[in-house]
């Protein structure tokens, strides 16, 4: 029962993640862009590598910190009842997992709104 608690913690996780990412990059995120990179001369710039670059490193570090919270809660929960390494194994397996389903959906997210 302990180990369906844990893996359906971390589908409903991964959900609210990209949800979060998106709601970021939607709404939050263009905060911490510089204009520099989204006007020129008081103009739209028709060339938005620059924005779209700041928008990718912002994405990846909120994953990160989010990956971060993840593997804590999951490691402090699952020594509370495996024995020896195994849990540690888990929780890395997990997090693995973890960032590289996050990383594809922002490679999608962020190809998406830069098509």
Do not use: C, H
Not at 101 to 109: D, E, N, R, S
């Amino acid at each position: 029962m302990s180990y369906v608690l844990y893996g359906l913690f971390n589908i409903i996780y991964q959900i609210i993640t990209f949800w979060l990412l998106l709601m970021a990059n939607t709404y939050f995120n263009d905060a911490f862009i510089p204009n520099s990179f989204l006007w020129k001369d008081g103009k739209p710039r028709e060339d938005l590598f620059g924005a779209g670059v700041m928008q990718t490193i912002i994405l990846l570090i909120e994953a990160g910190l989010l990956m971060l919270l993840m593997y804590y809660i999951n490691k402090r929960y699952l020594l509370s009842f495996t024995k020896g390494d195994n849990g540690n194994t888990i929780v890395l397996w997990t997090a693995g997992i973890y960032s590289f389903i996050t990383v594809a959906f922002i490679i999608v997210l962020i190809y998406t709104a830069f098509k």
